[in-house]
């Protein structure tokens, strides 16, 4: 920024120059006054950038248990897997799914073969639809919940321990950023997602993870 707005730029080498950098150089000339204020600047640049490095986010992400899940009395256990992770319940509900709600959160499978049959089974009966936060929790969630083919997942994942099925793979998870904040407005309102501070909060991340 510093280098991209002169005014900026102007402005702290006239504040520079009225400050104690140069206190004890106040006999030089311009000019080594000038390169003295630069190697300043240039000190302070890396310190700026590593201080306001967003390396860490704190996320919210969507997860749906699918049907198949609700039919086999897998919700309290599948709930309890995110739990266990250390990822906080921000919302939670039961609803029914319509078609038309399927064909835009499923728009990308919608010249698939299975478009229609993979928007039946999200409508056989209600789904519980979860949002879920953490540090990093979008790539968390989908590590934990593992690839779509339920036979190919790994054990140790959601699905590798839980489904045999490419389409009944028992949780939907946000696979992005964007996507998760697309898919927490289109399934949740403003006022149905909650922030609110877990007890074991300071157990579960160092000070500076967070
Ligand atoms: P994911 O749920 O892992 O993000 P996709 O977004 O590609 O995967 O697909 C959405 C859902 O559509 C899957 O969870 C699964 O239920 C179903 N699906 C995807 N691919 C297939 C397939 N080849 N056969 C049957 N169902 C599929």
């Known amino acids: 920024l510093l280098f991209i707005c002169p005014y900026s730029f102007i402005c702290l080498y006239l504040y520079s120059s009225s400050n104690n950098l140069h206190k004890k150089d106040s006999n030089r000339m311009l000019f080594p006054r000038k390169i003295v204020f630069l190697e300043e ?41 995110f739990e266990r992770k250390g990822l906080r319940l921000a919302g939670m509900k039961m609803v029914q799914l319509t078609d038309e709600v399927l064909s835009e959160h499923y728009a990308h499978l919608s010249a698939k073969p299975f478009f229609q049959r993979v928007k039946d089974s999200m409508m056989a009966c209600p789904v519980i639809v979860c949002c879920f936060e953490g540090v990093d929790a979008i790539e968390a969630v989908r590590a934990l919940t593992g690839p779509t083919n339920g036979r190919k997942a790994a054990p140790g994942t959601i699905r590798g321990d839980y489904s045999m099925s490419f389409q009944e793979n028992i949780v939907h998870a946000s696979d992005s950023p964007e996507a998760a904040e697309v898919e ?10 909650f922030d609110y501070k877990q007890a074991t909060f300071d157990f579960l991340y160092a000070n500076d993870e967070y």
């Open 184 to 193: 927490l407005k289109r399934f949740f309102k403003p006022e149905e997602i």
């Open 41 to 81: 600047l240039l000190k302070r640049i890396p310190l700026y950038i590593t201080l306001k490095e967003p390396t860490i986010m704190m996320e919210k992400t969507l997860v749906i248990l699918k049907p198949c899940t609700l039919q086999r009395g897998l919700v309290g256990e599948i709930t309890n897997r």
